[in-house]
T-cell receptor, first 114, second 113 residues
Framework: DAGVIQSPRHEVTEMGQEVTLRCKPISGHDYLFWYRQTMMRGLELLIYFNNNVPIDDSGMPEDRFSAKMPNASFSTLKIQPSEPRDSAVYFC????????????FGDGTRLSIL | SQELEQSPQSLIVQEGKNLTINCTSSKTLYGLYWYKQKYGEGLIFLMMLQKGGEEKSHEKITAKLDEKKQQSSLHITASQPSHAGIYLCGADAGGTSYGKLTFGQGTILTVHP
């Protein structure tokens, strides 16, 4: 079975540019999560969706970040404008339920903002 | 907010040795998840614990959740180089925070052949 698929795997762009990260969750999973991982702050939850609806976006660092889930098989995380401090590995994960079900992670997008 | 502390931060062992990684929470754990991560890759789910005193094993890895549900341990028996990586514990905060997991900072495991 296909796992969570993220694209691109690596992204290098200049400060001020718009960045769009993409995620395809595991089919049948109703929950989708976006995380950011850095050396300083570890793994942090940014936002999560249930049935395509954003449930909690309290982890989104600021208005430059936005996330959408137009359908059950696709989600995007957008940063506009990007800044060097946004450099991190961004992970998408999905699960069957909110509790008592493990989250399955994609391989991540390594983002570098110059 | 819930905080998870993992110890040790890093661990270097010789192949064949046993080892233990601990995960301690500042609050009661309603669900504790162990993951393994290799550099440049995503997190691989290992085990989930929900009940006080629960213990689960898979191959040479055993995870336990204490009775008070504030501490979990991950034990690897007869370690192998394939066990090397970063081990992270993640916790369900409980209450209305459905689906939100808080993660520890990770334990870097190196296994020398």
């Amino acid at each position: 079975d296909a796992g969570v698929i993220q694209s691109p795997r690596h992204e290098v762009t200049e400060m001020g540019q718009e960045v769009t990260l993409r995620c395809k969750p595991i089919s049948g999973h109703d929950y989708l999560f976006w995380y950011r991982q850095t050396m300083m702050r570890g793994l942090e939850l940014l936002i999560y969706f249930n049935n395509n609806v954003p449930i909690d976006d309290s982890g989104m660092p600021e208005d430059r970040f936005s996330a959408k889930m137009p359908n059950a098989s696709f989600s995007t995380l957008k940063i506009q404008p990007s800044e060097p401090r946004d450099s991190a590995v961004y992970f998408c994960a999905s699960s069957l339920g909110p509790r008592g079900q493990p989250q399955h992670f994609g391989d991540g997008t390594r983002l570098s903002i110059l | 907010s819930q905080e998870l502390e993992q110890s040790p931060q890093s661990l270097i062992v010789q192949e064949g040795k046993n080892l233990t990684i601990n995960c301690t929470s500042s609050k009661t754990l309603y669900g504790l998840y162990w993951y393994k991560q290799k550099y440049g890759e995503g997190l691989i789910f290992l085990m989930m614990l929900q009940k006080g005193g629960e213990e689960k094993s898979h191959e040479k890895i055993t995870a336990k959740l204490d009775e008070k549900k504030q501490q979990s341990s991950l034990h690897i028996t007869a370690s192998q180089p394939s066990h090397a990586g970063i081990y992270l514990c993640g916790a369900d905060a409980g209450g209305t925070s459905y689906g939100k997991l808080t993660f520890g900072q990770g334990t870097i495991l190196t296994v020398h052949p």
